[in-house]
């Protein structure tokens, strides 16, 4: 695959603008982990910010390798994780729930 | 109550006992015999099941006979006319085949048995056993019924598997519960007629697709193990991971709808990303979560799935628990949660699995059904296990050694 | 010349340019196993395990494309759906009652 010309130009400047997009993301995801009071409040940046994140990485990617077999995983990777990620953040919420965490609100000095 | 349920509890284990018992009830006056509530649908059994019940009204035990079929759809959804049309047709049949065989009845006594057909529970969703029991509890006590009478084959619209639940649940009420003794036909040969030709090839193609992205489809190795794995995921999973038959109109309908939501919902995404990403880089920290319950309207199963994920997708709001049609969703901010009450997610859900006249409908808030279950705004009480006493005693010590050299805060508090 | 060859800014390649992006995710993975020993609780630690396994596959296929080692995605894919497995399995086995999804 030929590199030169504008398209190339455009698509090698979308991979670069995707990848810090994908870090900015998880970067975002992992201050909220380590700052937010709660299991459920942390598990919003674990749901969101990081499946927001590994998208432009994968999307990153998928533009990388190009339109052909390994391209055609890594959107099939990125749809799972679009589908697993908030999956399994509600199902670790729910155990929260159900062994009976009380949510963290305004005034509790829990941190 | 005047149904005495000790007699309940012994019908339900020894159908013998229950038929003398019955017999004696007659003996002491007609006027004590009890009503049934038979609750019909489409079954191989259902013609044998409705004559057990005849014989047994003309044996004396019951009086009067509700056929009852329990809606799954909900009234004003498309294509709830044709289910409630058809669902009439199945109740005329049963009607004509029990006053048919009342009138074969030696002598006269079927002649003072009253047959009522009734269509329940078409306004609201019914999701799991417990709101089919609701329904027919109410209907039962409506009509001074005492006793269920189950088709062995009886499965509601959508639940394969609800028999065997639908009695546990039945067993908690008053009511007595009795499942007809007619032919059920043996297992493996239910399992074969359930298992639609229609669901297997969408799951054998489904799998067979998913295994040639990883594979490599001109290579004859991969057709070869790629059919046998097809297969076997088929055969074991095509009657669980599907409860429909994909059919032609809806399916694609459903497809080319859904890929008119990816982008907005991606575009919904970005943008609350954001707000939260600014929120949660502000040194400061400025957030209110709160726990919110709302009840959804939205059918259950992938639509229901559809709608939580959504949910938990946009940032600021988690879904925490589903449980029927009540949502508990973690909010982080309150702006997150009023776009929440809007329905905004719940509308296009909507759209996605029903069409656009479905999607026109009142927003939560307007119909009331929402609450917040924390903080100052709250309207009802968190419904958690733990009460809110010192049961985080033990957390508040090792989340306060978390924040680093906290230890002042602990001593302050 | 394949793409990850082409240039992006002063002699660096888009390969290079990705193998400094899985340093920065890597960095941030190992950030968020604060979390996963502090906890404080199950959920916490499982939370943070779960984020980490993402960042992981992201790095795994990030690698894949820098490296040029389309099979990289392979094992990304299967530590996906092991990260999801992992998730719901110690989600259902934490909670008593059991009944998680």
Known sequence: MDAAGTLGTLRVGLIVVFT???????????????????????????????????????????????????????????????????????????????????????????? | MWWVTDDAAESVTDDAVDADSAGDAVDAGSETRPTVVVPVEPSPTLRATVAHVVEAATDGEFSALHFVEIASWRDGDPGSDDRTAEAQRVLERVVAWAEADLDDADGDAGDD???????????????????????????????????????????????????????????????????????????????????TGVRFAAMFGLSLAFYFVLGDPLYWFDWVTGVATAAIVSITLSRISLDADPAVPRTPMRLVRGAIYVPVLLYEILVANLVVARVILDPRLPIEPSMNRMRVIVGSGLPLMTLANSITLTPGTLTVRARDSDLYVHSLLPWAREGLFDGGLERWTRFVYYGRSAARLPTPRERGDHAVLQGPDATEELPIAAADGGETDVEDAEATDTAGGAEEEVTDA | MTLVDAGVAAGYTVADFLLLAAAGFTLLAIGMLYRAVRGPTMQDRVLAVNVLGTNTVVILAILAAALSEPTFLDIALVYALLNFLMAIAISKFTVERGGVL
């Open chain 2, 113 to 195: 048995v009253a047959v009522v057909s009734a269509l329940i529970g078409a306004d609201e969703y019914l999701f799991g056993p417990d709101d089919y029991v609701d329904v027919l509890a109410e209907y039962a006590e409506e009509h001074d019924a005492d006793t269920v009478l189950l088709d062995p084959e009886y499965t509601p619209v959508g639940n394969t598997t609800l028999l065997q639940p639908l009695e546990f649940a039945l067993s908690n009420t008053s009511l007595t519960v009795r499942t007809a003794p007619v032919g059920r036909p043996t297992r493996p040969e239910r399992l074969r007629s359930e298992a």
């Open chain 1, 20 to 111: 810090l997009l994908g870090l900015f993301f998880s970067f975002v995801s992992m201050t909220g982990v380590l700052r937010l009071p709660d299991v459920y409040s942390r598990a919003h940046t674990a749901s969101q910010a990081d499946t927001l994140g590994a998208g432009f990485g994968l999307a990153a990617v998928a533009l990388a390798v190009g339109w052909e077999g390994a391209g055609f995983k890594t959107v099939l990777l990125l749809f799972f994780i679009f589908v697993t990620n908030p999956t399994a953040a509600h199902a670790i919420a729910r155990a929260a729930f159900e062994e009976g965490i009380v949510p963290w609100t305004e005034g509790d000095d829990r941190r």
